[in-house]
């Protein structure tokens, strides 16, 4: 009787800002967008939530979705997602190349590439083709007719929330074979639940 053995498919799940970036990508976003005087008018209204976060009474969750009520509110989805676009165009000079080395190496060996990110769609979206990602989880805002609530759809993609969102979209993380590179706390859950974790792979490049 000839044996079958099964392979479990291969997944590559990359956090965004720090892992693949040198930096964050967020605030920079809010000010293309916004203008600096009204992000930093924002955050000066927040630097008490700011604090709760600091001293652990918060969560980061909170205060990100106190941003986003702040400033995209009203604002035109078409808009900002135009602004998206330039802003995925500018972030490319902030890539580690060992980071975008691995994601080419994963591509070849043709492991499901997942990108996996708190940052917003609004230039995630653009930047998950560009790199060659198959799917994109990530942080989604919520708009109607063309017009953003300023609120989020759904939970911020950090934490916890990254390996529910990956198991929603591939199923038990235990059926895989889980590649995952993060680069801080907000990728804890996500690299405990990998067979191959990675943490800060990219900090020298």
């Keep these: 009787m000839t044996q079958v053995y099964s392979v479990k498919p291969v997944v590559a799940a990359f956090d965004f800002d720090g892992t693949i970036t040198t930096k964050d990508t967020f605030i920079p976003y809010l000010k293309k967008a916004f203008g600096k005087r009204a992000v930093y008018l924002a955050l000066f209204s927040l630097v008490g939530e700011a604090i709760k976060v600091g001293v652990g009474i918060s969560n980061r969750d909170s205060f990100k979705e106190k ?3 702040k400033l995209f509110v009203g604002q035109s989805l078409d808009k900002l997602q135009a602004i998206g676009k330039e802003h995925a165009k500018e972030i490319e000079r902030w890539f580690r190349p060992a980071a975008i080395e691995k ?3 994963h591509k070849q060996q043709g492991h499901r590439l997942i990108m996996v990110s708190a940052s917003l769609d609004l230039y995630l979206e653009p930047m998950a083709k560009r790199l060659g990602f198959d799917e ?4 989604r805002l919520s708009a109607k007719n063309n017009v953003l609530s300023g609120r989020l759809l759904g939970a911020n993609c950090r934490g916890i929330g990254k390996t529910v969102q990956l198991e929603l979209l591939v199923g038990p993380l235990a059926g895989i074979e889980l590649y995952a590179y993060g680069d801080s706390a907000g ?3 996500m690299l405990e639940a990998a067979m191959h ?3 800060k792979p990219f900090i020298a490049n």
């Design 187 to 189: 990728d804890k859950e």
């Design 197 to 199: 974790p990675f943490f």
């Design 103 to 105: 994601i080419h190496w």
């Design 67 to 69: 941003i986003v009520a």
């Design 136 to 139: 994109l989880l990530c942080t």
